[in-house]
């Protein structure tokens, strides 16, 4: 099929940006699994306010590019959508879930690709599968029968963006409500002495936050076709990751597009961060446990990914710059399951899980040896 300019220029967008965000995670070591387990394992969330700070500047580069008039959040898909709670947070359960079995997330999955790990080849297949069975296969047959009929529509959430929301509830001027967001998150982030000693954080934080708010900016301004008109998009890996798949077996009969140009780049920044790094070498599981749960794993993190509207970038970071409601509840939800999921990996069963999460007064007792 014969590429429009509009698709060529998505795609070049997308490209250049996932270049960026590949380089980030190899040399940033921006990981959304790895800020998760060291705030609430090891007490450090350094990772976790790199994270926050590409929140803060995310949404700040949306907010001043929507007071200019160069982009509409409204024509996002997620603000396009009915507000879902309870597919979201099911969704993220299962993400979150799917990450901690797998080890990384979506993004993560193509960053250890570029960096030669042969099991996130198998991982980036079954996700890619899930995530299109649960947009138009099997499991989303479920999903419309079960879920989307509990979609919230009311006047609240026909705009379903949190400072509209609380605009609405409040009273309060809608376009106060960003700056003073924006404001609380620096402050969290920067009351940190260790984490302000960090630069690489700082910048790679601030250079991830631009970097999603360019892809809002450049499908929304740059690329934007009058006689063409489409949603605008940023970062998500969970969709995209089915569509690269997808151009690969029937590119003479489909078009580049954004998130294929993305998953590109981060593929590629990932490869290039990994030799700067001389971290680059072929690297396989040995244990056909470890391929078992990583199969498991991808389909709970491509079948979440959907339900929830997208993944810890695209919930977690996207949707998070243009405040969506549904942001807050899938990260939430995200955070919950992949530690209870760490939690199955540590104790080695549910029942193991259960016992770690009772008191430690109403635990029984183990069975003397």
């Given at each position: 099929?014969?590429?429009?300019?509009?698709?060529?220029?998505?795609?070049?967008?997308?490209?250049?940006?996932?270049?960026?965000?590949?380089l980030?995670?190899?040399?940033?070591?921006?990981?959304?699994l790895a800020?998760?387990?060291?705030?609430?394992?090891?007490?450090?969330?350094?990772?976790?306010?790199?994270?926050?700070?590409?929140?803060?500047?995310?949404?700040?580069?949306?907010?001043l590019?929507?007071?200019?008039?160069?982009?509409?959040?409204?024509?996002?898909?997620?603000?396009?959508?009915?507000?879902?709670?309870?597919?979201?947070?099911?969704?993220?359960?299962?993400?979150?879930?799917?990450?901690?079995?797998?080890?990384?997330?979506?993004?993560?999955?193509?960053?250890r690709m570029?960096?030669?790990?042969l099991?996130?080849?198998?991982?980036?297949?079954?996700?890619?599968?899930?995530?299109?069975?649960?947009?138009?296969?099997?499991?989303?047959?479920?999903?419309v029968?079960?879920?989307?009929?509990?979609?919230?529509?009311?006047?609240?959430?026909?705009?379903?963006?949190?400072?509209?929301?609380?605009?609405?509830?409040?009273?309060?001027?809608?376009?106060?409500?960003p700056?003073?967001?924006?404001?609380?998150?620096?402050?969290?982030?920067?009351?940190?002495?260790?984490?302000?000693?960090?630069?690489?954080?700082?910048?790679?934080?601030?250079?991830?936050?631009?970097?999603?708010?360019?892809?809002?900016?450049?499908?929304?301004?740059?690329?934007?076709?009058?006689f063409?008109?489409?949603?605008?998009?940023?970062?998500?890996?969970?969709?995209?990751?089915?569509?690269?798949?997808?151009?690969?077996?029937?590119?003479?009969?489909?078009?580049?597009?954004?998130g294929?140009?993305?998953?590109?780049?981060?593929?590629?920044?990932?490869?290039?961060?990994?030799?700067?790094?001389?971290?680059?070498?072929?690297?396989?599981?040995?244990?056909?446990?470890?391929?078992?749960?990583?199969?498991?794993?991808?389909?709970?993190?491509?079948?979440?990914?959907?339900?929830?509207?997208?993944?810890?970038?695209?919930?977690?970071?996207?949707?998070?710059?243009?405040?969506?409601?549904?942001?807050?509840l899938?990260l939430?939800?995200?955070?919950l399951?992949?530690?209870?999921?760490?939690?199955?990996?540590?104790?080695?069963?549910?029942?193991?899980?259960?016992?770690?999460?009772?008191?430690?007064?109403?635990?029984?007792?183990?069975?003397a040896?």
């Open positions: 099929m014969e590429e429009t300019t509009a698709t060529l220029s998505a795609f070049a967008v997308g490209l250049a940006g996932g270049l960026i965000l590949g980030a995670a190899r040399l940033g070591r921006f990981c959304t800020a998760i387990e060291d705030s609430l394992f090891a007490h450090d969330n350094t990772r976790w306010r790199m994270w926050v700070l590409a929140m803060a500047v995310a949404i700040l580069g949306v907010f590019a929507e007071a200019r008039g160069l982009i509409d959040p409204r024509a996002a898909h997620i603000i396009a959508s009915d507000f879902n709670p309870l597919s979201t947070v099911l969704g993220g359960l299962m993400f979150g879930v799917g990450m901690a079995l797998v080890g990384t997330c979506g993004f993560g999955t193509i960053v570029g960096g030669g790990d099991g996130s080849f198998l991982v980036f297949l079954v996700l890619g599968i899930s995530a299109f069975m649960a947009a138009s296969g099997p499991t989303a047959v479920l999903h029968w079960f879920l989307e009929p509990l979609a919230v529509r009311n006047e609240l959430f026909a705009d379903p963006r949190l400072h509209i929301v609380l605009a609405k509830l409040t009273g309060i001027g809608a376009t106060l409500i700056p003073l967001i924006v404001v609380g998150l620096f402050v969290w982030v920067l009351a940190s002495s260790k984490f302000r000693s960090r630069p690489g954080r700082l910048a790679w934080g601030v250079i991830v936050g631009l970097v999603v708010a360019s892809g809002w900016i450049g499908t929304g301004w740059l690329v934007y076709d009058d063409d008109p489409r949603p605008i998009v940023s970062y998500t890996f969970i969709y995209p990751v089915g569509s690269s798949l997808m151009y690969m077996m029937t590119s003479t009969s489909s078009q580049l597009s954004f294929i140009g993305s998953t590109l780049g981060v593929l590629v920044g990932a490869f290039v961060g990994a030799l700067m790094k001389n971290e680059w070498r072929w690297q396989t599981n040995d244990a056909a446990f470890e391929a078992k749960r990583q199969i498991i794993g991808a389909f709970l993190m491509g079948t979440g990914g959907m339900f929830a509207l997208g993944c810890t970038f695209g919930q977690g970071l996207s949707a998070v710059s243009l405040l969506a409601v549904s942001a807050a899938a939430g939800s995200i955070w399951g992949a530690w209870l999921g760490l939690l199955f990996l540590m104790e080695g069963s549910l029942s193991g899980v259960w016992r770690s999460l009772m008191p430690s007064k109403t635990r029984p007792k183990a069975p040896e």
